[in-house]
């Protein structure tokens, strides 16, 4: 697909074609399968960029910028030059920079902080009166980890629990001692606790956290896809692949 189409896609879906010039590109789209399949594709381009990126307001500015620069060297050019409108030089360079960053997220590996979103601790219920147990799901909840850590020490010796030693391993992985957090989780993962398929999404984070792709894909495959949050599951292992 050549520079040119991508320019008119970019046009349609910002409302910059003149009405016959929309009906013309229309009435194409209908008889041109291949350029009605490129043309979903660069949609999809344009909303996950949005979606990720809020490409929007940087596209404004680099139009108004190569606008002005394109006028400057339309100056200089001897008038028998054809020049090309200052939308062009815009369009052409947000294209590219459309494509550029499709084919670099498409041939990204997923990231260990795309996905290092916890639930909160609610480990105080009313009437308890632990002071150490509130303040480490307090360190948690705030992502202050290396104070949970030293809290979460002491209650497991305090008021020691499955759902107090998940939440220590994962506090343990923040603050990268990812060995003693695998120590945690694997005992839970094998266990036979409301926990343990938490424990294998969370041991897939460590393994993600060091880049360890194919031990990831491989807990995933572990996990059952009546895990309340099997949706992640998926998103994961589809990117991983």
């Known amino acids: 697909m050549n520079q040119e189409n991508y320019i008119l896609f970019d046009q ?5 074609l003149t009405d016959p010039e929309k009906k013309l590109f229309e009435d194409q789209l209908r008889s041109d399968t291949i350029l009605a399949t490129s043309f979903e594709d660069f949609k999809e381009v344009n909303f996950q960029l949005k979606q990720k990126f809020s490409m929007d307001k940087e596209r404004r500015a680099l139009r108004s910028k190569l606008a002005k620069i394109s006028d400057e060297c ?29 084919f670099v997220m498409q041939n990204a ?25 509130k303040a480490a799901q307090d360190a ?32 343990l992985m923040e603050v990268n001692r990812l060995e003693e957090a695998r120590a945690i989780f694997e005992p839970i993962r094998k266990g036979t606790s409301i926990y343990k398929n938490k424990a294998s999404w969370n041991l897939v984070l460590l393994e993600l956290k060091q880049k360890e792709y194919d031990a990831c894909k491989t807990i995933l495959k572990t996990i059952p896809t009546d895990y309340e949050n099997y949706d992640q599951v998926k998103e994961l292992l589809k990117n991983l692949n």
């Open 12 to 16: 349609y879906l910002q409302e910059e």
């Open 74 to 102: 339309r100056e200089k050019k001897d008038s028998r030059v054809r020049t090309l409108k200052p939308w062009y030089y815009s369009v052409a360079a947000s294209v590219t920079i459309l494509l550029g960053v499709w």
């Open 109 to 133: 590996k997923p990231v260990f902080e795309d996905y290092n979103q916890y639930e909160n601790a609610y480990f105080v219920e009313r009437g308890d009166e632990s002071a150490t147990l």
């Open 140 to 171: 948690f909840n705030n992502k202050k980890y290396k104070e949970a850590v030293v809290d979460f020490e002491l209650v497991r010796h305090e008021k020691p629990s499955t759902e107090v030693d998940l939440y220590y391993g994962i506090t």
